[in-house]
């Protein structure tokens, strides 16, 4: 089987993001995997091409030659002993780890990221692109987190197909007077995955496991270690000012 792990960084890249860049270079070496880290890529333009590249492996025709393609965001970190079945294990066109906590939470929020918003996000989704995203068991909808997203080539060809095109998403969800974060890859993905002629595979919480500022104790330590910890997403403020040995010691506890 032919894999590609595949990051990007728009801009000057900052440190926690180079290292994120040699973690997965040796995760790639050690599991026989390709990789690709691209610096200012332009394959796409515009307002939101920082964020839309991580859907680069469905429009570029040069990621459909691989099995499989494993898009990470720069601030995602490999633990030392992470094991390389994400490249793989069974996917069913394109997987994502889901926020179990994501719709409960943001029923008690007034900011733009809220249930309300999520709701019209879903009923345009529904109405403009004929997506039937999924929802909980009061009806929200979930929540999938794009910074790890598992390609097949399967998937990458379909998406190729069914995905609507991304200026139209956009202008959707600006027609729909949804807030910025609603435009991005991640929603556009959380519509795209669920139309028809396409299949989703909610991957395992180990490939994603997202730390956010309350879940780091004292000298940047997760609260809780999760034996089965592979990938560690440090969604967590002021990660420039952060160093490297505490960056190295907080996955290390995650």
Not at 89 to 96: E, K, P
Request: aromatic share 14%; glycine share 6%; with cysteine.
């Amino acid at each position: 089987m032919k894999t590609l792990i595949y990051q990007f960084w728009k801009g000057e890249v900052p440190d926690y993001a180079r290292l994120s860049r040699r973690l997965f270079r040796d995760y790639a070496d050690r599991h026989g995997a390709d990789y690709f880290f691209e610096e200012n890529p332009t394959f796409f333009t515009g307002k939101y091409a920082e964020y839309y590249h991580a859907v680069r492996p469905v429009w570029d025709p040069d990621f459909h030659n691989y099995d499989r393609v494993i898009y990470v965001d720069a601030d995602v970190f490999p633990k030392d002993n992470a094991s390389g079945e994400i490249l793989t294990t069974a996917v069913n066109h394109i997987g994502m780890v889901e926020e179990l906590a994501q719709p409960q939470l943001r029923k008690g929020r007034k900011s733009p990221i809220r249930h309300s918003n999520d709701m019209r996000w879903a009923a345009f989704g529904s109405a403009f692109f004929h997506a039937t995203p999924p929802r909980t068991a009061d009806r929200s909808p979930r929540v999938f987190n794009s910074g790890v997203i598992a390609y097949t080539r399967e998937g990458m060809m379909a998406a190729y197909q069914h995905f609507p095109e991304i200026r139209t998403y956009v202008m959707a969800m600006r027609l729909a007077i949804l807030p910025r974060f609603y435009r991005l890859d991640q929603n556009y993905l959380g519509i795209s995955c669920f139309r028809a002629g396409m299949q989703f595979t909610a991957l395992e919480q180990r490939w994603n496991r997202i730390l956010e500022q309350g879940d780091i104790g004292e000298g940047y330590r997760a609260k809780e270690t999760k034996p089965d910890t592979a990938f560690v997403h440090w969604q967590v403020r002021n990660r420039k000012e952060i160093s490297e040995r505490q960056i190295l010691d907080l996955v290390a506890s995650a």
